[in-house]
């Protein structure tokens, strides 16, 4: 079993930054990947990034790429996203996801899933 807490989120204006965290618990070693998504209202919950926890390889949303950025703190068993340039289509709840079996965009095979937390871009 895994517990993910989110952390960070909230208002900003468009051009702006915000930092979400993850604090994972349980297991975190072998082929984990961490991971965010993100659910606009009204659309389906979408793949954002991920990261393997053992090596740092990551991988990105087309739509994130380039302004996101996504890391780990192995000590702290966290896992960042760094979001800058951000745009009012960024609106969403952000959600963290671990994946037994390494990283991968199709969200039906993430088998952990925190509670998730609201970023709201204005322009």
């Known amino acids: 079993q895994m517990q993910l807490v989110e952390s960070g989120g909230g208002a900003v204006q468009a051009g702006g930054s915000l930092r979400l965290g993850c604090a994972a618990s349980?297991?975190?070693?072998?082929?984990?990947?961490l991971g965010w998504f993100r659910q606009a209202p009204g659309k389906e919950r979408e793949f954002a990034a991920a990261?393997?926890?053992?090596?740092?390889?990551?991988n990105y949303a087309d739509s994130v790429k380039g302004r996101f950025t996504i890391s780990r703190d192995n000590a702290k068993n966290t896992v960042y996203l760094q979001m800058n340039s951000l745009k009012p289509e960024d609106t969403a709840i952000y959600y963290c996801?671990?994946?037994?079996?390494?990283?991968?965009?199709?969200?039906?095979?993430?088998?952990?899933w925190g509670q998730g937390t609201q970023v709201t871009v204005s322009s």
């Open positions: 349980g297991r975190t070693f072998g082929s984990l990947a």
């Open positions: 990261i393997n926890w053992s090596d740092g390889n990551s």
């Open positions: 996801a671990a994946n037994l079996r390494g990283v991968t965009t199709t969200r039906v095979l993430w088998n952990y």
